[in-house]
């Protein structure tokens, strides 16, 4: 495992920060996909026939948390399918952290199958700001309510 950039105690990461550590967010996101077990219809027994996008952005989460990110939840849009993706507050601004599902999934809506030849790496890791710098009481406004 590679380890997580030193942050500074009480310093809030930023975009940088984030971006060197693409290869450890996708290294969680390969551990989910490992573990993500479908019959050979396509059935789980957790998670029905359903991705795991939602288990990935939990993961990345976690690997975010553990170095220093305070506020980073999963957040659920419709661009084109149903996902769930990361948002983030960092000190530079606020930020979608993502994987997108093609990667390691296939198909649509509420129905995705395991993409058993994927590759997940850190160059899939997509890290796109999305707003200026908030307090942590206005991102949670903004993105938790």
Same mark, same amino acid.
């Given at each position: 495992m590679?380890?997580?950039?030193?942050v500074?105690?009480?310093?809030?990461?930023?975009?940088?920060?984030?971006?060197?550590?693409?290869?450890?967010?996708?290294a969680?996101?390969r551990?989910?996909?490992?573990?993500?077990e479908? #019959? %050979?219809e396509?059935?789980?027994e957790e998670? *029905?026939? +359903?991705?795991?996008c939602?288990?990935?952005?939990d993961a990345? !989460? @976690?690997?975010?948390?553990?170095?220093?990110?305070e506020?980073?939840?999963?957040?659920?849009?419709t661009?084109?399918?149903n996902h769930?993706?990361v948002?983030?507050?960092?000190?530079?601004?606020?930020?979608?952290? #993502? %994987?997108?599902?093609?990667?390691?999934?296939? *198909?649509s +809506?509420?129905?995705w199958?395991?993409?058993?030849?994927?590759v !997940? @790496?850190?160059?899939d890791?997509?890290?796109?700001?999305?707003?200026?710098?908030?307090?942590?009481?206005?991102?949670e406004?903004?993105?938790?309510e």
């Open positions: 590679i380890p997580t950039p030193t500074e105690y009480g310093r809030i990461p930023s975009s940088r920060d984030v971006m060197a550590m693409t290869e450890e967010l996708a969680a996101a551990k989910v996909h490992s573990e993500w479908q #019959d %050979i396509g059935f789980d998670l *029905g026939m +359903g991705g795991i939602q288990d990935v952005a990345m !989460i @976690g690997v975010l948390c553990s170095a220093g990110v506020n980073a939840i999963p957040f659920h849009g661009v084109g399918e769930v993706w948002v983030a507050l960092l000190s530079d601004g606020v930020y979608s952290i #993502d %994987i997108p599902p093609h990667v390691y999934e296939t *198909g +809506g509420y129905v199958r395991k993409r058993h030849d994927a !997940i @790496g850190a160059g890791v997509t890290i796109d700001r999305i707003g200026d710098p908030v307090a942590a009481e206005a991102f406004k903004l993105y938790c």
